[in-house]
């Protein structure tokens, strides 16, 4: 690139769009689909229920350990996809930039995202970039969209959980929410804590395939709001009660200290690689050793039971506490931690 | 979660509990002053465990919960003057004022900046001089240390462009003023740990012997608070009122002497208007003339000013623990976290919001 600062210029469409998307995006994002720069990608798709969604990305810092905004962007929207059952298969995204952004900060992004496509198997086929005066947006903003292919018979809904019913997560929860706010903030403990950002489609394939049809309920992905919003959520949906063992809940030692010292719950904190499964009780094994036999679930656990509503009880859940009490665990409010994701 | 230590062991905690009903032989009411141990009481679900004789109140141990509308008016009024930057403790920034709140001033473009400590905002203004950084100094004795030793530190390095918005308080006048008029009817005080690390256990014998209470300082782990209860519960079944340390690893009968000298070096005690407890005698701290070009009313001139607390708005007898949350007709309809009304819902330490976030 000519420059090392993202210009106005690159944004208006003409020459120096044409090189920053040639030699900072195709260079990197190379596909069929997109090295083709027509207005839209043509895809040829198999039959079936298509998944479709869509996802903005505006985390601050844009640099953080385990991750950047380009991946995150990827994993999340892969994600989001997965959560359906979907198996994803085309990516697009819209990048606003801010004038004077740095052009090796943007190239990094860039191979960071080529990185995380290529290591996740689906590729962004679609692209867009548009470049606002400085101070007009915090550096980079990123929106996506994902369309995926959901096989037959597989049915998933927050609205699904039954009594009976059994609550497990795929690994530590509170590590993207607390990495992220350590970098922002600038706190240097003396703890190695990395966001998990991860894709979870093959994670969530083995599960499928693992149990009968039917068995899974559904999967979700505690981002913003962590896992106790995606609970109170499932709960609403479903119309149960939801209890969870806080022995139960996997969170590292270093996110619990950091957690202790700022007055934090890892509960509500963010997390980019992980997901809360919820099966039919008579697969709790077979759901568990699913989950740990994938490099992305090896710490996965039994966290809870679904539970019926007695009376006129609504939705609800419930936490038995580290020492034998109980407390009800509700949905976030307010704004801890902005910009998270 | 594997809570790593022996405070919130649930064979500890269970043999604690046995503890406390072999005492607890008649209906006993205690206040737990500090809003960190209301909030550690619901966290870990203590209540529930407690045998139906014990029952617990709050008081008006949250700092942000007892600041007036008025002052927070007076801060929202700071934020938004040209070449001001507002530094604050997380807390305050959601809490409603008469009529809008630090957050919707920053949304209007007001200069905010959330920190960690006292010590962040002089960096801040040491770093920038073209704005002038306020320090929003709330808190109890636990926090007031470090305000005065950021202020000396100030003056040592002549930083011209930093001041403090003091809204200090402090505990054991507030405590009389709720006792010696009609107060709550309470057994005894579960008294706030950090609090006393600095006061020490000792600050509250005139409250044990005016009021005939018994006091207990302890920590806020689920066995701490549990020891303190139990050790409240044999009191009154013994008939006493002694002021007892249940948080010895922290708290000492003389407190941090050295502490109190810094903060007596900076600051002097002056009447303050506390939500709820309305004007209390030397319970807030005032900068001292020496260092009056680090006080924020002093630079501002700011004058005090009236404002009505919304109507409706329970927070002042809650404070008091002279009304439950539940009892207050906005809970949980046109107050909550993410749209309050008052202090208490708000606040991280607000017994309201412990009500609304852990209780059902």
Not at chain 1, 50 to 66: E, H, K, L, Q
Not at chain 2, 208 to 226: K, S
Request: proline share 6%; aromatic share 6%; net charge neutral.
């Amino acid at each position: 690139m000519k420059t090392d600062r993202v210009l106005l210029d690159h944004g208006s469409g003409g020459l120096a769009t044409r090189e920053l998307v040639r030699e900072v995006f195709l260079s990197r994002l190379s596909n069929p689909s997109l090295s083709r720069l027509e207005d839209s990608a043509v895809l040829d798709m198999p039959g079936g229920r298509i998944a479709y969604t869509t996802d903005s990305y505006v985390v601050d810092p844009v640099f953080f350990p385990g991750g950047d905004i380009g991946s995150l962007a990827v994993h999340g929207t892969i994600n989001d996809l997965a959560m359906q059952g979907a198996r994803p298969l085309a990516l697009s995204m819209g990048l606003i930039l801010e004038e004077g952004l740095g052009m090796e900060e943007l190239d990094r992004i860039a191979r960071s995202i080529a990185r995380a496509c290529g290591e996740a198997g689906v590729d962004v086929v679609a692209a867009d970039t548009k470049v606002v005066p400085r101070g007009k947006a915090d550096k980079i903003f990123i929106n996506t969209s994902g369309i995926g292919i959901v096989a037959e018979g597989v049915d998933l809904g927050s609205h699904l959980a039954s009594p009976g019913d059994v609550v497990v997560v795929s690994g530590f929860i509170g590590d993207h929410g607390t990495a992220i706010l350590m970098s922002r903030e600038g706190l240097t403990f003396d703890v190695d804590i990395h966001s998990d950002s991860a894709p979870l489609h093959t994670l969530v394939e083995t599960v499928l395939s693992a149990c009968p049809k039917g068995a899974v309920r559904l999967f979700r992905d505690p981002t913003r709001g962590g896992l106790a919003t995606v609970l109170n959520e499932v709960a609403q949906a479903s119309g149960v009660h939801i209890e969870i063992d806080e022995e139960a809940v996997p969170v590292r030692d270093g996110v619990m200290s950091v957690c202790e010292l700022l007055g934090l719950e890892p509960m509500y904190l963010a997390n980019e690689g992980k997901c809360v499964v919820v099966a039919d009780g008579k697969y709790a094994s077979g759901v568990l050793e699913a989950l740990k036999g994938h490099v992305l679930g090896r710490d996965a656990a039994v966290i809870g039971r679904i539970k019926g509503l007695k009376g006129d009880e609504k939705p609800i859940v419930t936490m038995k506490t580290s020492v034998g009490g109980s407390r009800v665990v509700s949905i976030l409010s307010g704004e801890p931690l902005p910009r998270i994701c | 979660m594997k809570g790593s230590n022996l405070y919130r062991n649930p064979e500890v905690v269970q043999a604690l509990v046995k503890k406390i009903r072999g005492v607890a032989n008649r209906p006993m009411r205690f206040m737990e002053v500090c809003g960190t141990h209301t909030m550690s009481i619901f966290r870990y679900g203590i209540k529930g465990l407690l045998p139906r004789e014990i029952s617990l109140i709050s008081g008006p141990g949250c700092p942000v919960c007892v600041t007036p509308a008025a002052q927070i008016d007076q801060m929202i009024a700071l934020s938004l003057r040209g070449g001001v930057t507002v530094a604050t403790f997380g807390d305050l920034v959601r809490v409603p004022g008469s009529r809008s709140s630090l957050a919707e001033a920053r949304a209007m473009g007001a200069g905010l900046q959330v920190v960690y400590s006292p010590a962040d905002a002089l960096e801040m203004a040491m770093k920038d001089g073209s704005k002038t950084v306020v320090f929003l100094g709330i808190g109890f004795e636990t926090t007031t240390p470090s305000v005065a030793a950021t202020i000396l530190q100030a003056a040592r390095n002549r930083v011209r462009n930093f001041c403090v918005f003091s809204s200090h308080k402090l505990m054991p006048p507030a405590l009389h003023a709720l006792f010696s008029d009609s107060g709550p009817r309470v057994d005894g005080l579960l008294c706030p740990g950090h609090v006393s690390t600095i006061i020490g256990a000792r600050a509250y014998v005139p409250v044990a012997q005016a009021y005939g209470l018994p006091c207990v300082v302890a920590g806020f782990e689920p066995v701490d608070i549990l020891q303190g209860i139990y050790m409240l519960a044999r009191q009154v079944a013994e008939g006493r009122n002694d002021v007892e340390n249940a948080y010895a690893r922290a708290v000492t009968w003389q407190g941090n002497r050295r502490a109190r000298k810094v903060t007596a070096r900076v600051f002097e005690p002056v009447p303050a208007r506390w939500r709820g407890l309305g004007d209390v005698d030397a319970s807030g701290l005032k900068i001292k003339e020496e260092f009056r070009e680090f006080d924020a009313r002093e630079r501002f001139s700011l004058k005090e000013t009236e404002a009505e607390e919304p109507s409706g708005c329970k927070c002042g007898q809650v404070i008091k623990g002279m009304a439950l949350p539940t009892s207050c007709p906005l809970f949980s309809r046109s107050c909550t976290p993410s749209r309050p009304v008052g202090p208490c819902m708000v606040s991280g330490e607000g017994t309201c919001a412990a009500y609304y976030k852990y209780g059902r």
